[in-house]
């Protein structure tokens, strides 16, 4: 997907209460950053905060963190927030490879919404869910991993579903048509992802976790 670049972006996101401009200085402590022991949850590669700021506001007792690369993208998720009062969500401005530069093993579920699929093989590293990105999860989870991923690529559902099986992880669901699923599977919706549909496009998800 193309976006369009918003000038001063940077500065525009920098006046949110919501955004974490100093992520570092919170790893091993972002319980006591948030006020709570509430389970933390992060999204990589949040775009315009569709997902991550309504998960916020159905389940108030989790904390979330929203975390994109993108700061134009972002200004799109701090306007959405300008009017609403959510203290369990916080966003960060970062690339994900940096991760474990801000968390210790705090964070108990990773959302994967709509990631850029990386179709080229010399582009597959930058897959979230290439066996580089699972080894760095490895370093922020908490016991258990539990990754939550939502795409409506068909090919990087298919590497995914390969990474996570050769990694050990274990498919507690995996639906190859979300919406039209007879299990009739909960999950918020982005705006990409409503698009999608309005298309007749596949949305493909999966469940999985892996304890050890």
Not at 4 to 14: G, L, P, Q, R
């Amino acid at each position: 997907m193309e976006y369009i670049k918003i000038k001063d972006a940077n500065k525009i996101i920098s006046k949110s209460p919501y955004l974490v401009t100093n992520p570092k200085n919170y790893k091993n402590k972002w319980n006591s950053f948030f006020q709570n022991n509430n389970k933390i949850c992060l999204e990589l590669g949040m775009g315009r905060g569709d997902f991550i700021i309504n998960m916020a506001k159905k389940f108030p007792n989790i904390n979330f963190i929203g975390l994109e690369i993108d700061d134009s993208q972002m200004v799109t998720a701090v306007n959405k927030l300008s009017s609403l009062d959510l203290p369990n969500l916080k966003l960060i401005n970062a690339d994900a490879m940096d991760i474990a530069e801000f968390f210790g093993k705090e964070i108990d579920t990773i959302y994967l919404t709509f990631s850029e699929p990386w179709p080229k093989k010399i582009d597959e590293k930058k897959r979230f869910t290439h066996p580089v990105y699972l080894k760095l999860y490895d370093r922020v989870f908490k016991k258990q991993k539990h990754i939550i991923m939502k795409t409506d690529n068909k090919g990087l559902f298919a590497h995914s579903l390969e990474y996570l099986s050769e990694y050990w992880y274990v498919f507690n669901v995996v639906s190859l048509d979300l919406h039209n699923d007879e299990r009739k599977i909960e999950s918020i919706m982005t705006d990409w992802e409503k698009k999608c549909l309005q298309d007749k496009k596949e949305i493909y998800y999966l469940d999985a976790t892996f304890s050890g």
